[in-house]
Every structure is written in C-alpha cells, then in structure tokens.
C-alpha cells in the first residue's frame, strides 16, 4: 500500500513565520507614518502661508491702503504701541494657529500692490523657514541652506 503524499496548503509553521515577518515589518513602519503624517501636515500649511504672503500684494492693492509686515503675531508692546500710534495698520495677514512671521527689517507693501522687499523667517514649533519676498511684487521663495539670524 503506497500512500501519495500531496501538500495542500501550509503548515501552522509556516504561517507563523509569516505573521513573525509581517508583524516585525508594522512595528518598524507604523511609528515612522505618523511622523511623516506631521511633516506632510507641516508642509501642506507652510505652503498655505507661502501662498498667502504672495497675495498680500493683491490684497493691499484691492484695499487701497499700504500695508507694513512686521513681526507676527504681534508679541511685543512696542510692537502694540506702533500699532496703537497708527504708524503700521492692523494686520491683514492670516496664519494658521502656532505659526509666527519674524522680519528682519519692516516690509511695505504699498497700495498699488508693490513692495520693498526683505527676508522674514516663517516659525512652526522648532522648525524655521527662510523666505525671500523679492520686489516689486513680493513673491515668496523659500531660501534652502540658510544661516539667517533673525
């Protein structure tokens, strides 16, 4: 009496190895995808606020009235005392929340929508960005490899 030996399926060792595998896999991948959540988020608002700054030039212009970017938000009492003596007008810029503008020097945005220019620092948490608004019209570009001190 022979006996045919055929293997159908696998066998419980075989499938604990690759649940062995696969769960070695999740525990390596799954905490590194919620920091990548966090940068993608991060990146998704700086853009926001790239995209905002350049059409600061517009909004000046539409409300026919110059318009001075200073450190934001206002964090200071001689920045609050400039703003109370009507020297710079209220903000028009819009951030999302936990992001700060710092400028070197003052920006003017004039009311036909031209400005002088300058570097500012974006600020999220522990990360900092470098943009250039180069005039006249103040499109922002992010400046990679800096080493501003602001």
């Not at 026919?64 to 938000?73: G, I, K, Q």
Request: net charge negative; hydrophobic share 45%; glycine share 6%.
């Amino acid at each position: 009496m022979q006996f045919k030996l055929y293997n159908h399926g696998y066998s419980l060792l075989e499938l604990l190895v690759v649940l062995l595998i696969f769960s070695l896999l999740a525990g390596i991948t799954v905490p590194r995808l919620a920091s990548m959540y966090d940068s993608v988020q991060i990146a998704f608002e700086r853009d926001d606020v790239l995209a905002h700054l350049g059409e600061l030039g517009y909004l000046v212009f539409r409300q026919s009235r110059d318009f001075t970017l200073t450190n934001y938000p206002l964090d200071s009492e001689i920045d609050e005392t400039v703003l109370a003596n009507k020297s710079i007008q209220s903000p028009i810029l819009k951030l999302p929340e936990g992001w700060k503008i710092m400028v070197e020097a003052p920006i003017l945005f004039r009311a036909n929508g031209v400005c002088n220019g300058g570097i500012l620092q974006l600020q999220y948490q522990l990360q900092k960005f470098h943009i250039q608004l180069k005039p006249p019209f103040c499109q922002p570009e992010l400046i990679t490899g800096s080493t501003l001190n602001l």
